[in-house]
């Protein structure tokens, strides 16, 4: 299993902010994963982010709005810039461990954002 | 494109109660989980099981690989059992995770 440390837990912000979202793993990885979940709707993947690369982005997700950093094996971060209210969500990072196929996700606590 | 579809979408039972919740997916499964989202937020891995059958406690799942679903069985079900149900899969080998619409389980004492 992996265990993954996210902070903030939660952050209450004003539109026009950003806010930088951190994950910590306690093992390397090569893949960590940021997923959104916006007020009583599923989880949606935003990016894959690997080590050392740009983070590849879903459609409907840019990285002038999400910027994502990889700096090691263990830690990412996701910025949500130039926020408005529909920005209000969960945010999740998540990565897998096992072996070839057989590799599980997990996630960390979540960030709950609310914009105001 | 991939699809998963969860039901039912919302279920009330009565503590004690057993229930059984759906994962349709529409592709060759690499990996499927069943996860139990808590009030904070936060996603609990309840199992991998991209194909077989598996029991924790008075949970189990079964998937079906070949005709693509997978059921969750949660016996005597407790309060402490609310919240919403997802399932996600992915197909190859990329790590993505395609999530369901959930199944919110609301457990009455």
């Known amino acids: 299993s992996a265990v993954i440390s996210q902070k903030p837990s939660r952050d209450i912000c004003q539109r026009g902010t950003s806010l930088t979202i951190q994950c910590q793993v306690d093992?390397?990885?090569?893949?960590m994963f940021w997923y959104r979940q916006q007020p009583g709707q599923s989880l949606t993947l935003i990016a894959t982010a690997n080590q050392g690369s740009e983070a590849t982005y879903e459609s409907g997700f840019v990285i002038d709005k999400f910027p994502i950093s990889r700096p090691n094996l263990t830690f990412s971060t996701l910025t949500v810039s130039n926020m408005s209210p529909e920005d209000s969500s969960i945010y999740l990072c998540s990565v897998e461990s096992g072996r070839g196929w057989d590799t599980e996700a997990f996630f960390g606590q979540g960030t709950r954002l609310t914009v105001v | 494109g991939i699809q998963v579809e969860q039901s039912p979408p919302d279920l009330i039972l009565q503590e004690g109660a057993n229930s059984t919740l759906r994962c349709n997916f529409s592709d060759s499964v690499n990996n499927l989980q069943w996860f139990h989202q808590n009030p904070w937020g936060q996603l609990i891995n309840l199992f991998y099981?991209?194909?077989g059958t598996k029991q924790n406690g008075r949970l189990s799942a079964t998937t079906v690989a070949t005709e693509r679903y997978s059921l969750l069985y949660i016996s005597s079900s407790q309060t402490t059992d609310s919240g919403v149900y997802f399932c996600?899969?992915?197909?190859?080998?990329?790590?993505?995770?395609?999530f369901g619409q959930g199944t919110t389980l609301q457990v009455k004492p």
């Open positions: 099981i991209p194909s």
């Open positions: 996600a899969y992915s197909s190859g080998n990329t790590g993505k995770l395609i």
């Open positions: 093992s390397q990885v090569t893949m």
